[in-house]
């Protein structure tokens, strides 16, 4: 029997609930991804008779998160589809959801049938909305974030990302990455990364243009020489269910050089869950298990860790 067949595709059980006075935002999330994300865990419990996976609703997953202490997320759009739903999430949910926008690094080369593959060996899949160019493309983000000043409160996630995108279009993602830059500068917004395989890429790139005033890596990745690197020029780091995985430690360090002011924490739903629960759907309730292990890096009790979370978040986002 494969060891696949066993794996657990159920809820992570309910965390802890943080203190009321140390309530946190996920600063980076997919919620609408979750549900079909969920569906899909079900699908498959089912064809291994497997108990059944309930798909919670977005309402029904921003009130579990509440339930236990995550009173708000940054839901990020950026796939042309999904730029609306974020926004709109956004609207429906004031005060509880804000919204990032930008055309990911993948997606960005993919627009206007661009692409290269890349060293991940998938072939490339073009949808209908990839008929747009990358400039109509970021130019509906502009106008979005302008449209609703309340509800968009970051461009992001942008960056670059070598293990999709072939050395063929390199710099196609790179001039992508650097039009964001520019965007979130005119706009006065903070600015999310997706870094993947690229790390040297990103940091020249802000390096040579002047990165935002307020930079946050997404689910930091790097080492501890890029973590010295990110607190030399101030940048933030948002950490996900990755710094609980073992063999991280470069992720840890890093998180104590930059220093607990300049940390965030963050989902990425529905990737990424934390441990001991790697490989169900995370979602935003899951936070306070990443808080956990950002406590253990910084031995500090984790309402502390919380509360500097959540000061850091306002800070970079004015939320």
Request: proline fraction near 8%; aromatic fraction near 6%; glycine fraction near 8%.
């Amino acid at each position: 029997m494969s060891k696949h067949h066993h794996r657990d595709r159920s809820w992570a059980p309910a965390p802890e609930p943080l203190p009321a006075d140390a309530q946190v935002i996920d600063n980076h999330t997919h919620v609408a991804s979750v549900v079909p994300f969920a569906r899909e865990m079900n699908r498959q419990a089912i064809e291994r008779d497997q108990p059944p996976v309930p798909v919670y609703s977005v309402e029904e997953l921003l009130a579990q998160a509440q339930a236990v202490g995550v009173e708000g997320v940054i839901d990020v759009g950026c796939e042309y589809p999904n730029l609306n739903t974020a926004v709109q999430m956004a609207l429906d949910h004031p005060g509880t959801v804000h919204a990032a926008l930008a055309i990911h690094p993948n997606e960005a080369v993919l627009h206007g049938h661009r692409g290269v593959p890349g060293p991940d060996g998938l072939p490339l899949s073009y949808k209908p909305y990839h008929d747009v160019s990358f400039e109509d493309a970021l130019a509906r983000v502009h106008r979005l974030a302008l449209d609703h000043p309340h509800e968009v409160v970051a461009i992001g996630e942008t960056g670059m990302d070598l293990f999709r995108t072939g050395e063929g279009a390199k710099e196609l993602q790179r001039q992508a990455f650097r039009d964001h830059i520019a965007l979130a500068k005119e706009l006065g917004l903070p600015m999310q990364i997706h870094d993947r395989d690229s790390h040297r890429e990103v940091i020249d790139t802000l390096l040579a243009d002047g990165s935002p005033e307020r930079t946050v890596f997404h689910s930091y990745s790097g080492d501890a020489d890029m973590g010295r690197v990110a607190a030399e020029h101030g940048w933030y780091l948002s950490f996900s269910g990755t710094v609980s995985y073992k063999g991280n430690d470069g992720i840890r360090e890093s998180a104590r050089l930059v220093g607990l002011d300049h940390i965030m924490v963050e989902t990425d739903a529905p990737y990424l869950t934390p441990m001991p629960y790697r490989g169900r759907t995370n979602a935003p309730y899951m936070i306070p298990y990443t808080l956990a292990a950002l406590a253990d890096v910084f031995d500090l009790p984790i309402a502390e860790v919380a509360r500097a979370t959540r000061r850091t978040t306002r800070e970079v986002y004015g939320v």
